[in-house]
């Protein structure tokens, strides 16, 4: 977030000068006093932090000597009634006689009348109507405003004071409040003179000075443009205070658009026309890690404190964001082994800071077993085809840190896999969140994508031992990076479990001529996310070199890439994805790109396009909503080796006549559920035959 420098925190208060009341007239008829004491005008600004706490209290902005409590009322005004040919003269002590009237009005929210000795009743001299000859708007000198358009302003703001009417005390008061509230004008004093036609009404006005010039201290993430965009239209022109009373509360909303602890806390007018913005934002002072029980009582927890706050975006210093307090839960959350997580954010003293205090209820549990199941898009036969059971034992918080272990074994008709990983999602000391992966694997897994489609070798399965170990890391917004090194050590394996060399056709099952093939891969991968929901957009890149420790070590490149874009156009919603890869050097055969199947070209059984050192594969599919969180789709994809399937060593694809490139198109239903959409679709390929696809989780 851009800041602003040479700023400074400084609390203050919106003030107006004070202006002197005219010199009260005496009248050989009587005179009437209008004053609201020292009450002025303020803008109603209050700011509340709605996230557990009211962290600013309602503020008094405009004052005038002391800040008022109270109600304002917009104005401090008299109002005078004098004979014109005697003159103003100094007020004197009025005699007990009926000619001596005074009555005095205060402006507090009461609106209580005090009077003299000589009158019997406040009400009745407030309710007593002087009939009024003519009304005038002038200068506090009693001379014609030198800019008629503010004594425009002005006579077109009041409502009761016309020509030849009859008003009281309070009408004339109303009046001298709307002139204020037009926001032109920075005093009004009534006066009433009695002339030969009759009683004159003269409303007395001083304006507001010319906006020449702005000044804004403690605006640290405020944009300086969004500042002056909002004040740019006033320059050279008289300062109004209701526009400024907007201007405060677009600035206010910029704050709390963007879930910031900041507002405008005071605005001072100042001589020669310059205005000064005085911006409070709540610092961070401090964030604190509080343990709790399922009841909410404090405990000692098994996570180490720095564990969680290494995790927070929130640091020390920073203008507090309930945005970014969100996506510190979210994230703390993610560690998978708290079961609740809040903010709690409480003034820091008098400082103007906040303090932060994270409560967190740990899981009972670091560690468990757990089962699941799946399918395996590689068997397509069998009573189960591609059916699989899961085990896990895993840990996900070791020592306290947040390191997590995992021992695996997945089982089917064929496959299987035995898998030890450990995970450290930030190594210590590294301030990149660098995480570190080491995994250990013995698989076994269908070797049909590339080899099979012939009886004699529906059992033959790839058996690979691979170790390697991995570093990720954020590289931007969205963006993350991996690199590492994989050691895979790979053979083929008929129906006993022997190794074997060649298939049925006679094509080489190793690159190397022996029962395993070695490798030692160099690996680097980038991911692009969207938005992250199921769908959204996202790119992948990955690319493996082999590394030539041994002259009988494989040593090949791999690039491989996938896209896919979503948009939505009225309930329609529209997905495409692109895929592509390219091997180069002495690979295994079994490493060939395989095209067709559920992931694929839909309307071919797995692998079954062809196999090859190159591929493109691309879908489009057109989704609908139908009911619930059911809805259908309809989807063409295409699929071809361009070209590359008899360079790949054995030509493993023109034994088994596939035809290297091919189309598919059908219909499809998906239902949303937590493993994520469930997609059952039946699909025809280019030679019209049909096939039932079922897959779980949106296509890679």
């Not at 209290?57 to 409590?69: A, D, E, I, L, P």
């Not at 004339?172 to 009004?188: L, N, P």
């Amino acid at each position: 977030m851009p800041q602003n420098d040479d700023v400074r925190f400084i609390s203050s208060s919106i003030k107006i000068p004070a202006f002197s009341s005219p010199h009260q007239s005496k009248s050989p008829f009587h005179s009437l006093q209008l004053t609201p004491g020292t009450k002025f005008a303020k803008l109603p600004f209050n700011f509340n932090f709605n996230f557990g706490f009211d962290f600013i209290r309602n503020q008094s902005f405009f004052h005038r000597n002391k800040v008022s409590k109270k109600s304002p009322l917009f104005c401090s005004a008299s109002l005078v009634l004098s004979d014109t040919e005697t003159g103003p003269a100094p007020a004197q002590s009025k005699t007990a006689d009926d000619s001596g009237l005074a009555i005095q009005f205060k402006g507090d929210d009461s609106g209580s009348v005090t009077q003299s000795k000589n009158v019997g009743s406040g009400r009745a001299a407030e309710e007593e109507r002087v009939l009024i000859s003519e009304v005038f708007v002038r200068n506090k000198d009693g001379e014609e405003l030198e800019r008629k358009d503010l004594e425009g302003e002005a006579l077109n703001a009041l409502k009761a004071s016309r020509a030849n009417s009859a008003l009281t005390v309070r009408e004339v008061q109303e009046d001298v409040h709307r002139i204020i509230a037009s926001g032109y004008f920075m005093s009004c004093m009534p006066v009433a003179v009695d002339t030969r036609d009759g009683i004159r009404l003269i409303f007395q006005v001083e304006p507001n000075q010319e906006f020449q010039g702005l000044v804004c201290e403690g605006a640290n993430v405020l944009p300086s443009k969004f500042i002056e965009d909002a004040f740019r239209d006033g320059y050279g022109k008289v300062v109004n205070i209701r526009r400024l009373d907007e201007v405060i509360s677009s600035i206010n909303g910029w704050y709390m658009e963007r879930g910031l602890f900041g507002m405008v806390s005071g605005v001072d007018i100042l001589s020669g026309g310059m205005v000064k913005l005085q911006v409070s934002e709540a610092e961070v002072n401090n964030v604190s890690i509080r343990f709790l029980d399922k009841t909410g009582e404090p405990t000692v927890g098994k996570t180490r404190p720095e564990t969680i706050l290494r995790q927070l975006t929130t640091k020390k210093g920073q203008v507090y964001s309930m945005i970014q307090g969100k996506r510190d839960v979210d994230t703390v959350l993610a560690m998978g082994v708290m079961d609740d997580v809040s903010v709690i954010p409480q003034p820091a003293g008098d400082t103007g800071k906040v303090d932060l205090t994270m409560n967190v209820v740990e899981r009972k549990r670091g560690g468990g077993i757990s089962g699941g199941g799946g399918i395996s898009s590689g068997i397509t036969s069998g009573p189960l085809p591609g059916l699989i059971g899961s085990i896990a034992v895993h840990h996900k918080n070791l020592f306290g840190r947040n390191q997590k272990l995992n021992l695996s074994l997945e089982r089917g008709q064929i496959d299987s896999i035995f898998r030890i990983n450990y995970t450290d999602p930030w190594i210590e000391g590294d301030d990149k969140r660098t995480s570190r992966s080491i995994m250990i694997q013995n698989s076994r897994t269908p070797g049909n994508l590339v080899h099979g489609n012939e009886n004699h070798q529906n059992a033959l399965t790839i058996g690979r031992i691979t170790a390697g170990i991995d570093f990720s890391r954020p590289l931007r917004p969205k963006w993350n990076g991996t690199a590492g090194l994989v050691y895979h050590r790979a053979g083929a394996h008929d129906e006993k479990g022997s190794s074997i060399i060649r298939d049925f056709f006679g094509s080489p099952l190793t690159a190397s001529g022996k029962n395993n093939d070695d490798m030692l891969l160099a690996k680097l991968e980038t991911v692009y996310t969207g938005s992250g929901e199921p769908g959204s957009s996202m790119f992948v890149f990955n690319m493996d070199q082999g590394i030539p420790v041994s002259p009988e070590w494989l040593v090949f490149n791999r690039v491989n890439a996938r896209a896919r874009q979503s948009f939505s156009v009225g309930p329609a919603s529209f997905h495409f994805c692109l895929s592509g890869g390219h091997m180069a050097g002495k690979f295994p055969p079994h490493e060939a790109f395989p095209i067709g199947g559920t992931n694929s070209v839909r309307g071919y059984e797995e692998g079954t396009v062809g196999s090859g050192r190159s591929y493109v594969v691309g879908s489009g599919e057109i989704s609908f909503p139908v009911r619930g969180s059911l809805s259908g789709a309809v989807f063409a994809d295409y699929g071809t080796d361009l070209g590359s399937g008899p360079t790949v060593p054995g030509d493993p694809a023109g034994a088994r006549n596939k035809a290297g490139s091919g189309y598919g198109y059908g219909l499809g239903i998906r239902v949303d559920s937590p493993l994520g959409p469930l997609r059952l679709e039946y699909a025809f390929n280019d030679q019209r035959t049909g096939r039932f696809h079922f897959g779980i989780g949106p296509r890679n």
